[in-house]
């Protein structure tokens, strides 16, 4: 069983940054697009970003030019560097595959921008 485990949330003031990281562990990592997203409580998940399986990227409109998604096979990783967060941005941060193929959600890992 495919085991996803978020890291790197915290506590951030208005502009700051920060980087997550999602380790999937039991899989052929690799051969997977792997997609970043986020949920407010109440709300849907949504997409944040996306990386396919050549290193490619994509972003919906809130993350375009502020947000990096980047892969490491080797370690079955894959980031998202954040910079000039917004308070908007605050929600639990989960990675996982398309929706279609998804794996059990890991735990996610909370980011708060707050001054």
């Known amino acids: 069983q495919v085991q996803v485990v978020e890291s790197g949330g915290g506590v951030v003031q208005p502009g700051g940054s920060l980087t997550l990281s999602c380790t999937a562990s039991?899989?052929?990592?690799?051969?997977?697009?792997m997609n970043w997203y986020r949920q407010v409580a109440g709300n849907e998940r949504e997409l944040v970003a996306s990386?396919?399986?050549?290193?490619?990227?994509t972003y919906v409109g809130f993350a375009e030019g502020r947000f990096t998604i980047s892969r490491d096979n080797a370690k079955s990783s894959v980031f998202l560097q954040m910079r000039s967060l917004k308070y908007e941005d605050t929600a639990v941060y989960y990675c996982?595959?398309?929706?279609?193929?998804?794996?059990?959600w890991g735990q996610g890992t909370q980011v708060t921008v707050s001054s």
């Open positions: 996982n595959r398309n929706p279609a193929y998804a794996w059990s």
């Open positions: 039991g899989t052929v990592f690799k051969a997977y697009t």
């Open positions: 990386i396919n399986v050549v290193g490619t990227p």
